[in-house]
């Protein structure tokens, strides 16, 4: 089974500061993902990267970067918290390969104060 | 920009009884994924549906697309307690990046 694991659970940030997400996927993936979800607006794409050192904007990457060093784990940098920030963070892995849908993990509930 | 709009966004559903949920995207797709997220949970693929008129049937859930119409339906057949969650269509855009939907919150009462 897939496995995508989120370093932490629940948050609490203070405007301002900067926030590391961490996410790391056991399945030797090619593409990783970075998701907030809010409610009524479903999942929203802020980075993806399909290799090593690669990385792609997704719709929201305002405020947000991204590092991707070693190819199982993909992290979410958010440079200055701001509380607009606050929000459900979905890290997700796929293979890339036919049809293989995203495993996702279970989610980093971040709220910025 | 692909744009995906489900509908309705809450459903409350009598156990029993057949429902639908619609999804609507605005741009070319060549796939279509459901997943369901139950509450304080992750993502959960259910279906990924690949052409025009493609059915995937699991118990009581069944998918289908229509690429013409650009829509998605999940019909839920005789709903039981354990089909409450939250459901999501995802059309896959250009460069392999998949657009949600804003998902539809399925309660089902007995």
């Known amino acids: 089974d897939v496995k995508v694991t989120q370093s932490s659970r629940y948050l609490v940030k203070r405007t301002g500061e900067k926030v590391f997400l961490e996410c790391v996927q056991d399945?030797?993936?090619?593409?990783m993902f970075w998701y907030r979800q809010d409610p009524g607006l479903g999942l929203r794409l802020i980075y993806f990267s399909y290799d090593v050192k690669m990385k792609e904007k997704g719709d929201i990457p305002e405020g947000y970067s991204v590092s991707r060093e070693k190819k199982e784990r993909f992290s979410l940098i958010l440079e200055s918290a701001s509380t607009n920030q606050t929000s459900m963070y979905l890290c997700a892995s796929s293979s890339g390969i036919g049809v293989s849908p995203l495993h996702f993990g279970n989610g980093t509930r971040l709220t910025v104060t | 920009e692909l744009k995906v709009e489900q509908n309705p966004l809450f459903l409350s559903m009598q156990e029993g009884k057949n429902y639908t949920i619609y999804c609507n995207y605005s741009?070319?797709?060549?796939?279509l994924y459901w997943y369901r997220q139950d509450p304080g949970k992750s993502l959960e693929s259910l279906f990924v549906?690949?052409?025009?008129?493609a059915v995937k049937q699991e118990g009581r859930l069944m998918a289908s697309l229509d690429t013409k119409a650009r829509l998605s339906t999940l019909h839920i057949t005789a709903a039981v307690h354990d089909l409450s969650a939250t459901y999501f269509c995802?059309?896959?855009?250009?460069?392999?990046?998949?657009?949600f939907g804003g998902g539809t919150r399925v309660l089902v009462k007995p």
């Open positions: 549906l690949l052409s025009n008129g």
């Open positions: 741009t070319t797709s060549d796939r």
């Open positions: 399945m030797d993936h090619e593409n």
């Open positions: 995802a059309p896959r855009a250009a460069g392999n990046k998949l657009t």
